[in-house]
């Protein structure tokens, strides 16, 4: 079934799932990775739910009821929680990073499998590789600007990116550069000149690469 064809109730469920999962998420967080702090606040807990259900919605319109579908949805829910907790404590926890590439690469191999797509899957490892090989060159040549947290996140965006196809990788990892930019300049902003000692990158990384997914087909 095309993304023209969802039909609405089924869309709209998926939007309540992701609804409902974002919670989960932050709890299971909360409970493996105490160091955080527990869970977030009441007005975080909502934005993160509302964003969640909305990524879900339009990942469900993007690629309809079709095998890559599960991927990209764990793609959303972890996107918003890993740019949560980016943003909170400047961190990009090891675990979580884990479980977007290892989860993702099962989902993503068996829609290769059903699709089949096996070009697809190739171009994922490729991607995944050429991202990361990519970032950790210029996390060692400007340790300031990137972390190690972005260098390893840049394998599973890559990873995604590259199941779609080569141009996607190349916007998406390009663009999360130009995001990144931006972020920083409104920081400048926010602090009246002063350069802020460290700003997230990590959903910056997340806003390029789902925006690519979106919008490029």
Do not use: C
């Not at 259900?53 to 993007?62: E, G, K, S, W, Y």
């Amino acid at each position: 079934m095309t993304a023209t064809a969802a039909q609405p109730l089924l869309v709209a469920a998926i939007g309540l799932l992701g609804l409902l999962t974002s919670p989960l998420a932050e709890l299971l967080t909360a409970r493996s990775l105490p160091r955080l702090g527990g869970l977030p606040s009441p007005i975080v807990r909502i934005t993160t739910a509302s964003v969640t259900a909305a990524l879900f919605v339009l990942l469900t319109l993007r690629f309809g009821f079709s095998p890559q579908l599960p991927a990209y949805l764990l793609l959303g829910a972890l996107a918003v929680q890993l740019s949560r907790v980016d943003l909170a404590h400047h961190l990009l926890p090891n675990p979580l990073v884990l479980l977007l590439l290892a989860a993702g690469l099962v989902l993503l191999t068996t829609s290769a499998a059903l699709t089949p797509e096996w070009p697809g899957l190739f171009r994922a490892a490729a991607g995944g590789v050429i991202l990361f090989l990519g970032y950790l060159i210029l996390g060692l040549i400007s340790p300031g600007g990137l972390g190690m947290g972005d260098v390893k996140l840049s394998a599973p965006l890559g990873m995604y990116l590259g199941y779609l196809g080569w141009t996607q990788l190349f916007y998406g990892g390009l663009l999360g550069f130009v995001v990144g930019g931006v972020m920083t300049v409104l920081m400048l902003r926010l602090k009246r000149g002063n350069k802020p000692s460290e700003v997230a990158h990590g959903p910056a990384m997340f806003a390029a690469a789902i925006g690519v997914v979106l919008l490029i087909a």
